[in-house]
């Protein structure tokens, strides 16, 4: 059975209606709300004023909300309406008569463009006994405490946060390289077209040898840019030629002292030999 902290108490019944400012006047949706949902309270709030726990950095308050069901369904897009109007990080108890669920999230976030509070991904335990679902509290903050509820609900570690401002200092300096390869490569092609059309003027075939060659050398540079640009790996399978009969004049040419035996394009088989 799920007990914390007396000073964690809320207890606040909140009316469905509150919620359906989030449905967007969706007749359907409104529908399967009420009909799911029986009651929704908020039963705790660990924080550093109700623990003796201090916050964290991305976790500073969390709630425990009970909703009580209809039926023994719910969906992730009902857990995501009750938390905008929460605005924090929270644990649902979800409950169908003597039944059970614990439900939580990673990563919780405000969206830049709504600036609503959502979640990236939810979890939740096996149905069992109501009097069977337990949370402890453990951690040096609210972070760890958090972290350590996911790992009694999901059974494995809480996932590595992504610093999302070294994130988009990344993004930029990315940007800003592929910027100046991109460069590199204008200039790289401009002065190839300038050293083909010297070397269609050039007469002297020494100097023709040194440009072809300056040539080849640009050409490797470029390529050699475009797969530091590259963002996977391609895999090249060898191209596979289907083997083509030769005629006998064409095997000469080249091996004029073997003896061979071939065969032609009707299946007879002949032989000769040049010695």
């Known amino acids: 059975m799920i007990d914390l902290p007396e000073t964690t108490n809320v207890y606040k019944r909140m009316p469905k209606e509150l919620f359906y400012k989030y449905l967007n006047d969706d007749c359907i949706s409104k529908k399967t709300f009420i009909d799911e949902i029986r009651s929704i309270v908020w039963v705790n709030t660990l924080s550093a004023e109700t623990t003796t726990t201090p916050k964290g950095k991305y976790v500073t308050e969390i709630a425990i909300v009970e909703i009580v069901l209809n039926r023994q369904a ?88 992504i610093n999302r401002n070294q994130k988009q200092i990344d993004e930029r300096i990315e940007k800003v390289e592929l910027l100046g390869k991109t460069e590199q490569l204008e200039k790289l092609e401009a002065t190839i077209k300038k050293l083909e059309i010297q070397m269609g003027k050039e007469r002297q075939f020494g100097k023709q040898v040194k ?54 394009v009707t299946g007879n088989r002949f032989d000769y030999s040049l010695l």
């Open 74 to 161: 719910i969906s992730s897009n009902i857990l995501e309406i009750v938390n905008r109007e929460i605005d924090q990080y929270t644990v649902f108890i979800v409950r169908y008569e003597e039944w059970g669920q614990l439900w939580c999230c990673d990563h919780q976030s405000i969206n830049p463009q709504t600036g609503l509070f959502n979640c990236q991904n939810y979890y939740q335990t096996n149905w069992m006994s109501v009097e069977d679902l337990t949370l402890k509290i453990d951690g040096g903050n609210l972070d760890q405490v958090y972290e350590n509820f996911f790992m009694q609900i999901v059974g494995k570690p809480f996932p590595a946060r």
């Open 211 to 264: 440009l072809a060659t300056d040539i080849k050398n640009l050409q490797d540079e470029i390529k050699k840019i475009k797969r530091s640009m590259s963002t996977h790996v391609e895999i090249h399978q060898p191209e596979i030629v289907a083997a083509q009969e030769e005629a006998p004049a064409t095997v000469r040419s080249f091996f004029p002292n073997v003896y061979v035996k071939m065969q032609d």
